[in-house]
Every structure is written in structure tokens, then in C-alpha cells.
């Protein structure tokens, strides 16, 4: 079972920055991908960024504004969110994809942006 835990949501004012990191625990599985999405109030899960096999997609409503990394030493994925907007506003998730195992996500963290 891999388990995955979220951190670094919080309230910021608009044009704030905020970096969200997801532990992946255990990492010996491997790994696909790993991907940040995001759901917010009436809303569908949307992706937000991705690294698959490496190579790196964004939403077109980040707009050059956030950067996901994967920093495979401290077996955490990180989301860089610069000049945050209140549409911004949502719960963020953290996704993995493993060989072996399946996919998983985080329970979520929430990411407020005040006007």
C-alpha cells in the first residue's frame, strides 16, 4: 500500500505563494507518475500538473504561475504556486501511478486565495 501525505495548503492573500509537498511512502514500488490536481466548490477534480515518464504538463490556466517538481531523494513531489488567484481556491491533490501497485491519491489540502 502506498500512502501519500499532503502538506502546505493554507490561506494566502491574491499574488501570494504558497508550496504544497506530498510524501510518498514506501517508494520501493516505483513510480509512473506523479500529478497534482485540484477540486474546487461545485467543481470536477481537475489536473493541474503533471510529470509522466518525464515529461512535465500543466493546466493552461497555470499559465507559467506554478512549477511541480519530484525530488526522488526525499521521495516528495512539490507544487510551486506563484501569483495565486482567489479561482485558485480548491482542494489540492496529490496523485501517483505505480507499476505495480496502482494508482493512488492524498486526502487533499486545502488552498484558500483571498481577493
Known amino acids: 500500500q502506498v500512502q501519500l501525505v499532503e502538506s502546505g495548503g493554507g490561506l494566502v492573500q491574491a499574488g501570494g505563494s504558497l508550496i504544497l509537498s506530498c510524501l510518498i511512502t514506501p517508494n520501493r514500488f516505483g513510480i509512473n507518475a506523479v500529478a497534482w490536481y485540484r477540486q474546487g466548490a461545485g467543481h470536477h477534480r481537475g489536473m493541474v500538473a503533471l510529470?509522466?515518464?518525464?515529461?512535465?504538463e500543466y493546466a493552461d490556466f497555470v499559465a507559467g504561475r506554478f512549477t511541480i517538481s519530484l525530488d526522488n531523494t526525499k521521495n516528495t513531489v512539490f507544487l510551486q504556486m506563484n501569483d495565486l488567484k482567489p479561482t485558485d481556491t480548491a482542494v489540492y491533490y496529490c496523485y501517483v501511478d505505480t507499476p505495480q501497485r496502482g494508482s493512488f491519491w492524498g486526502q487533499g489540502t486545502q488552498v484558500t486565495v483571498s481577493s
Open positions: 510529470i509522466n515518464d518525464g515529461r512535465i
